[in-house]
């Protein structure tokens, strides 16, 4: 299993706070604390998301009994609304 994980630091030419982001045992981005937080949203949004497909295609499985080619259908229908909404969403925000 490999292993996501991120450390914290600070710049020693500017003193700003930067997070290093590392898999397995390899760096691979040193972002600001701005940034990493935004990927931590990325990250919690995406397992929301996959949470909710999971349990869309379980739903049309055990209780419609759809077969799995329908089921993957709507959830591709499904996904392309959920990001319209999104989308539209972030661009109404202040």
Same mark, same amino acid.
């Given at each position: 299993?490999?292993?996501?994980?991120?450390?914290?630091?600070?710049?020693?030419?500017?003193?700003?706070?930067?997070?290093?982001?590392?898999?397995?045992?390899?760096?691979?981005?040193?972002?600001?604390?701005? $940034?990493?937080?935004?990927?931590?949203?990325?990250?919690?949004?995406?397992? $929301?998301?996959?949470?909710?497909?999971?349990?869309?295609?379980?739903?049309?499985?055990? $209780?419609?009994?759809?077969?799995?080619?329908?089921?993957?259908?709507?959830?591709?229908l499904y996904r392309l609304w959920?990001?319209?909404?999104?989308?539209?969403?972030? $661009?109404?925000?202040?």
């Open positions: 299993m490999s292993v996501l994980y991120a450390t914290s630091l600070i710049s020693n030419k500017t003193g700003d706070p930067r997070v290093d982001l590392h898999h397995d045992d390899h760096r691979f981005a040193q972002v600001s604390s701005e $940034e990493a937080r935004a990927w931590a949203l990325n990250i919690l949004e995406a397992a $929301e998301a996959a949470d909710q497909d999971a349990f869309l295609v379980a739903f049309h499985r055990e $209780e419609l009994d759809f077969p799995i080619e329908a089921s993957m259908r709507i959830l591709g959920r990001n319209k909404r999104q989308a539209a969403k972030e $661009e109404s925000a202040p």
